[in-house]
């Protein structure tokens, strides 16, 4: 391999690095109206009036919108493949506000200042209802978040919302209560039952939302958004705004991160349609207060866990009894619960039942959606503390729990077929799967058997050590598609097209190597535009760990046709057919050396002089299955006794992500997303007020990891190789952030036998753990 | 009101509001390196060197720069080639928004060293850091280019 496996730079890294005018806000037209949004102060309430004349009469103000003055079409902003898994369950705006932040009434005014004063004139007298800000009181509450009668979700999805219920999913494998109660009787088993919490992490990823719109010179609509699903944003904005996809064009630029929190729609729909009506452009950039309040967070859990093991340590039954927050609206409510189960259970694939069982109620809090992770991080937590707890209560070592019952290569699990997102899974056999290897290296560096269980103390401090092992997978099995089209250029050089969006990850960099490797040019020589629905093919978009597997063969087709046609069209043009010659990249040429024809010189005859046409191929993919990366990671901490504070001192993850297509950007998702686990599992902690009001709504608040929060890491990616990746590639973007909260929460306990069971783990928590 | 800066080597004149904040008035004539990503002075993708030493443009108000210097990453990007290419190299250039006010900071950084100022070791480095904030690459690979680039071992 030349060009994969290969640590090239970022396409972007150096027009990104000297700040070149590249994302939403700085490339909106100047003259665009500026559109700010009025937001409830409100955790539930109906708007009772709504006056909007004096706001509307000041000077600048272009458009008021609320409820009256948009259609009332129920949609889902989750941005997923169609029909969704999620129930459309939220309407542009509307006549009832389900959370502190929630959009009240929209603004667009000639200024930022205009705008802002004009929100202060909007006199709202609002009903003030009773809101639900315990999840767990969701279900048989009377307050009931939504009331309205048309929303409805695309298929089955256990909707029942007038019980506060947005999804609900169960499935049962072998008899569990059969296993479970037959297990309490027998001697030579256990049983754990333990409960635990997870909380609604925030992205923060430093670019705020940002989307612009405008009408173009044919009359089209143009949305300019930083978004991971612009063909998702086009057909959401079709819909809900009822114009034809043919008369909308979804262009993402350079985006400043997403993490799953730009998968869904966020201010596009009120920029189109102030757009659409005023036929100026306008923008709307979201605060960092927005962000908080208004967009997305990881779905806080309850998660119960029960596990069946016979004393020589196997597992024989796993339940997991769930209970999910989506806030106020549904988005990713079924399947990020469904993934809870999908890509944690399979590890365990030697079991006799498994049983899943899980709700996902609607509170009256800033709504969840996608985030990194996506419900496996919560089963993580929940999963991998139990199999602690458990190795605990048989007297082995965790590490030789786990390694009795881990998936291993040429093994499967029912749950792969049984629970997809949102439906039916596909059957899988693991083809690449170095767990095995991943724990046992990871044991080795940690150097786990000189110090597990030994609570070394200096002074005040005891460290301990702790592991967690993960799966995640490769994109959605039969759903997520990826497409490109590679055009040959009159210098040899190619254009990669692809509706794949790279949010920094740099996707677009990989998705070159792979063409590149395929071509035998330089990765140099392929130039990649992306992510524009008028003029890239169609592709889901980045999410659910898809780019490299998905889009990534998506591109190595088109480029092996290309190849083939290069090839073809070379032996016409030596007279020969194409069996008789080569192609190393550069020249083609008879095999018997007889003659030869650059690849400049065959492009530039095709387009100017002889036999003229354009070479270009196409590819698509959608996977058959989803192969999982997998990791096992080792944490060493250093807890304070006298306060409680947690530190981690070393961070080992040994990867299995079948071949790193560029193992520096590799690295860096690795670390990066290393490091938000360590946040979640630590500090990232989302704090209420009584009345439903965010209070972690900034960055003094929210804490997220500093660069000296950043402990020791070592990341290694094992030798392997995915048969039904490109060049043997699965995923990376997920698989580093699931492992960090259990295996910390497990070091703590090693260290003070004491087990935090609800994130984070502050130092409050450990302090009044310890003085239990 | 009017006031005179000196932005990047050459004195400019700007009409602004007296509450216009720096970070504001530097986006609208162009400086487009310069981000915001929060509301709260915390995150460092608004970085500035004022007079030589960096600053938070969001929490500055452009009325008290007149007479001032003001550098951006757009002025300072050609002398640091070395360091983006060890940023490069590393692949910690994630989503980037970030990058140049990381960019403005570790050039000051450099000045500082030079000077005698800040010390030349990791945990110094980190420390001089700390305001700007990375979301994408866990600062690691960041640092790693960093290092190289200052020559700490
Ligand atoms: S914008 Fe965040 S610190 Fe200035
Ligand atoms: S690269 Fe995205 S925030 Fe640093």
Redesign the interface.
């Known amino acids: 391999m030349r060009e994969v496996k290969k640590?090239v730079?970022?396409k972007?890294?150096?027009?990104?690095?000297?700040?070149?005018?590249?994302?939403t806000?700085?490339i909106a037209p100047k003259d665009a109206l500026v559109v700010k949004v009025l937001r409830s102060p409100h955790a539930f309430a109906r708007i009772k009036d709504i006056d909007v004349s004096e706001a509307l009469a000041m000077d600048g103000v272009e458009i008021v919108l609320t409820y009256k003055d948009v259609p009332r079409k129920p949609i889902t902003r989750a941005g997923q493949g169609y029909p969704e898994p999620s129930p459309y369950d939220k309407f542009i705006l509307d006549e009832y506000v389900r959370y502190v932040g929630d959009e009240v009434a929209a603004v667009a005014a000639e200024d930022e200042r205009t705008a802002e004063e004009a929100l202060k004139k909007i006199k709202v007298e609002y009903e003030i209802l009773e809101p639900v800000l315990d999840f767990e009181k969701a279900e048989e509450n009377p307050s009931v978040i939504h009331p309205e009668d048309d929303i409805f979700p695309q298929f089955d999805i256990g909707f029942d919302p007038k019980r506060n219920i947005a999804a609900s999913y169960e499935m049962e494998i072998g008899d569990v209560d059969k296993i479970l109660e037959e297990c309490e009787k027998d001697p030579d088993c256990v049983v754990l039952k333990e409960r635990f919490y997870t909380q609604a992490q925030a992205?923060?990823?430093?670019?705020?939302h940002a989307s612009f719109a405008y009408v173009d010179m044919h009359g089209r609509l143009v949305i300019v958004s930083s978004t991971q699903t612009p063909f998702h944003v086009r057909r959401q904005i079709s819909m809900v705004l009822g114009i034809p996809i043919k008369n909308i064009r979804v262009i993402k630029p350079?985006?400043?991160?997403?993490?799953g929190g730009k998968q869904a729609l966020h201010g596009e729909m009120i920029v189109a349609l102030v757009a659409w009506r005023t036929k100026k452009p306008a923008k709307l950039v979201y605060?960092?207060?927005e962000v908080f309040e208004s967009t997305y967070t990881r779905h806080p859990s309850r998660f119960d866990v029960t596990l069946a093991a016979t004393k020589d340590g196997k597992l024989k039954a796993i339940a997991y009894d769930v209970l999910w927050d989506t806030g106020a609206y549904g988005e990713h409510a079924l399947t990020t619960l469904m993934v809870a189960g999908s890509k944690t259970l399979p590890m365990y694939n030697k079991v006799e039942g498994v049983r899943f069982r899980g709700k996902v109620v609607y509170t009256n809090h800033t709504p969840a959606g996608a985030y990194r992770g996506y419900g496996a991080i919560q089963a993580n937590f929940a999963l991998e503390s139990a199999m602690d707890m458990l190795a605990e209560k048989l007297g082995m070592d965790p590490i030789e729990l786990r390694l009795k019952n881990i998936i291993r290569e040429g093994e499967t699990s029912p749950i792969f077929k049984i629970m997809g997102e949102g439906r039916e899974g596909a059957e899988m056999i693991i083809k690449s799967c170095k767990l095995e290897e991943a724990i046992k290296r990871g044991a080795e560096v940690i150097d786990w058997k000189n110090k597990f269980g030994k609570k070394e103390k200096n002074g005040n401090k005891v460290r301990g050590v702790g592991m967690a092992i993960a799966m995640q997978g490769s994109g959605i099995a039969n759903i997520d598609m990826g497409s490109a089209i590679i055009k040959l250029n009159d210098d040899g050089s190619f254009n990669l097209l692809v509706g794949a969006t790279d949010?920094?990850?740099?996707s677009d960099t990989i998705l070159a190597q792979i063409a590149a490797e395929v071509l035998g040019v330089s990765t140099d020589d392929i130039i990649v535009y992306s992510s524009d629905t008028d003029l890239t093919p169609f592709d889901t978009g980045a999410y659910a760990s898809s780019t490299t597997y998905v889009s990534g063969n998506a591109v190595k087709r088109a480029a092996e046709k290309m190849r083939k046609l290069i090839i073809e069209e070379g032996a016409k043009k030596l007279g020969l057919s194409p069996e008789e010659v080569e192609f190393d990249g550069k020249v083609i040429r008879a095999k018997d050396g007889s003659k030869e024809v650059t690849l400049k010189e065959l492009a530039t005859v095709r387009y100017y002089t002889e036999d003229q046409k354009q070479l270009v191929a196409d590819g698509s993919f959608v996977g058959p299955e989803s192969p999982p990366p997998y990791a096992a990671t080792f944490v060493e901490v250093e807890v304070d006794t006298q306060t409680g504070k947690v530190d981690v001192l070393k961070y080992v993850s040994i990867l299995d992500i079948g071949t790193p297509i560029?193992p520096?950007?590799a690295?860096?998702q690795a670390?990066?997303?290393?490091?938000?686990g360590i946040g979640m599992a630590l500090y990232e902690d989302v704090k209420y007020s009584s009345s439903g009001r965010l209070l972690t709504n900034?960055?003094?608040y929210y804490k997220?990891?500093?660069?000296?929060d950043?402990p020791e890491?070592h990341i290694e990616f094992l030798e392997s190789y995915e048969p039904t990746g490109p060049f043997g590639a699965k995923s990376v973007a997920e698989i580093g952030i699931d492992t960090p909260p259990a295996a910390i929460a497990n070091a703590v306990y090693d260290a003070l036998g004491v087990r935090i069971k609800d994130l984070p783990i502050t130092p409050e928590k450990v302090f009044f753990a310890m003085k239990k | 009101m009017k006031i005179k800066v000196k932005i990047n080597g050459e004195w400019k004149e700007w009409e602004i509001d007296p509450s216009d904040y720096l970070l504001d008035v530097l986006?609208r004539e162009g400086y487009?390196?310069?981000?915001?990503?929060?509301?709260?002075g915390?995150?460092g993708?608004c970085t500035v060197l004022v007079d030589g030493f960096p600053a938070l443009s969001c929490s500055i108000l452009a009325a008290t720069m007149d007479g001032h210097e003001i550098t951006?990453?757009?002025g300072i990007?050609d002398e640091m080639e070395d360091y983006?290419k060890a940023?490069?190299?590393?692949?910690?250039?994630?989503?980037?928004?970030?990058?140049?006010g990381l960019?403005v900071m570790v050039y000051a950084l450099k000045k500082e060293i030079e000077n005698g100022k800040v010390e030349k070791n990791e945990e110094a480095v980190?420390?001089y850091?700390?305001g700007?904030?990375?979301?994408?690459?866990?600062?690691?690979?960041?640092?790693r280019a960093i290092f190289k680039f200052l020559g700490v071992k």
């Open positions: 640590s730079p970022k972007d890294a150096y027009g990104l690095i000297r700040g070149k005018p590249v994302y806000d700085d992205h923060v990823m430093l670019e705020p350079r985006i400043g991160g997403g993490f605060t960092r207060k949010l920094g990850t740099g560029n520096n950007l690295r860096i670390e990066g997303g290393a490091v938000q900034n960055l003094m997220i990891p500093s660069r000296l950043v890491m | 986006r487009l390196s310069v981000k915001r990503g929060c509301d709260t915390t995150c993708t951006t990453a757009e990007a983006m940023l490069a190299a590393e692949g910690a250039d994630q989503c980037g928004f970030c990058s140049p960019m980190k420390r850091l700390i700007n904030l990375c979301r994408c690459s866990g600062y690691l690979g960041q640092q």
